[in-house]
């Protein structure tokens, strides 16, 4: 069983930069990623990383986010900078049950989630 808990969450100003971390009790050498989900809206991905390292993002975060993953330490990184109030949502990790993923922002790939973490971005 994969316990997964987000840490990182918060308020920030437009412009501003946070880091959310994942920390994972069990198997990690899967493909995992970070999904959000703002009220009103559907759950969607954000950015994700497979086994060997290779990494996709949404096209509304490419440039201003980054995935990473320390494998030694069970963690996944998600660096956000240049928050902007469309960003405001709340976050979660999720993991897989296997190295890699086609279809790494389908929520249905994905067997484990966090509880999620919130992220308020004021304008």
């Known amino acids: 069983q994969v316990q997964l808990v ?11 930069s946070l880091r959310l971390s994942c920390t ?28 060997h ?3 996709n993002y949404a ?28 960003d405001t949502a709340m976050y979660y990790c999720a993991q897989g049950g296997s190295i890699a993923t086609m279809f790494p922002f389908d929520p249905y790939e994905y067997n484990y989630w966090g509880q999620g973490t919130q992220i308020t971005v004021s304008s």
């Open 6 to 16: 987000e840490h990182g969450g918060g308020s920030v100003q437009a412009g501003g």
């Open 24 to 51: 994972a009790a069990g198997y990690t050498y899967s493909f995992m990623g970070w999904f959000r989900q703002a009220p009103g809206k559907e759950r969607e991905g954000v950015a994700a990383i497979d086994g």
């Open 53 to 55: 390292g290779s990494t």
């Open 59 to 86: 096209d509304s975060v490419k440039g201003r986010f980054t995935i990473s993953k320390a494998n030694a330490q069970n963690t996944l990184y998600l660096q956000m900078n240049s928050l902007k109030p469309e």
